[in-house]
T-cell receptor, first 114, second 117 residues
Framework: AQSVAQPEDQVNVAEGNPLTVKCTYSVSGNPYLFWYVQYPNRGLQFLLKYITGDNLVKGSYGFEAEFNKSQTSFHLKKPSALVSDSALYFCAVRGDTGRRALTFGSGTRLQVQP | GAGVSQSPSNKVTEKGKDVELRCDPISGHTALYWYRQSLGQGLEFLIYFQGNSAPDKSGLPSDRFSAERTGGSVSTLTIQRTQQEDSAVYLC???????????????FGPGTRLTVL
């Protein structure tokens, strides 16, 4: 079985400050990890993914995520938050064997204050 | 190019009625997924298609739910005898399906918001 935990329902950060959205996972085999963002009344937009290689993955809109195998974490980060980053963020995982569908976390709402 | 499209964007129906939700994947994408997003349940997997066949339908919550895909393209999710607990946003995603599909990025459509009264 595979699972994802996003321990924070909401993260508040001031514009210009760094942000972190936390994600931990559990999966059999090697993990493939994804971050998606959802704006109101929109579908999920892909931000970045970790498959293999460098533990620091860079993605769209200045976001990056750090894969930590020992802590089974894949936290999303951005050095300087924008008000327009305010949205719902989902972490997802699948293993390199078994089910092809993604397993999603419960989502974290990011609120960036001007 | 065009992304994943879904129709209708919103559907309001009465309890007990049947509904059909449509998904048009990105052109050339061979793998297609249906998910459901509801309050309190997060995003749940429903069914996965590779071409026209569905090797994983383990997420369908009951036999009232079915899906098909024709011509390796459009997919229809049908919910029979809808119940209020079926109210949710139904999301479709597609991947190229070429090579190692486990690493492919799933690209999502805007979803269909289903409300069962």
């Amino acid at each position: 079985a595979q699972s994802v935990a996003q321990p924070e329902d909401q993260v508040n950060v001031a514009e210009g400050n760094p942000l972190t959205v936390k994600c931990t996972y559990s999966v059999s085999g090697n993990p493939y990890l994804f971050w998606y963002v959802q704006y109101p009344n929109r579908g999920l937009q892909f931000l970045l993914k970790y498959i293999t290689g460098d533990n620091l993955v860079k993605g769209s809109y200045g976001f990056e995520a750090e894969f930590n195998k020992s802590q089974t974490s894949f936290h999303l980060k951005k050095p300087s938050a924008l008000v327009s980053d305010s949205a719902l963020y989902f972490c997802a995982v699948r293993g390199d064997t078994g089910r092809r569908a993604l397993t999603f976390g419960s989502g974290t709402r990011l609120q960036v204050q001007p | 190019g065009a992304g994943v499209s879904q129709s209708p964007s919103n559907k309001v129906t009465e309890k007990g009625k049947d509904v059909e939700l449509r998904c048009d994947p990105i052109s050339g994408h061979t793998a297609l997924y249906w998910y459901r997003q509801s309050l309190g349940q997060g995003l749940e997997f429903l069914i996965y298609f590779q071409g026209n066949s569905a090797p994983d339908k383990s997420g369908l919550p009951s036999d009232r739910f079915s899906a098909e895909r024709t011509g390796g393209s459009v997919s229809t999710l049908t919910i029979q005898r809808t119940q209020q607990e079926d109210s949710a946003v139904y999301l479709c995603a597609s991947t190229s399906g070429r090579g190692t599909t486990s690493t492919d990025t799933q690209y999502f459509g805007p979803g269909t918001r289903l409300t069962v009264l």
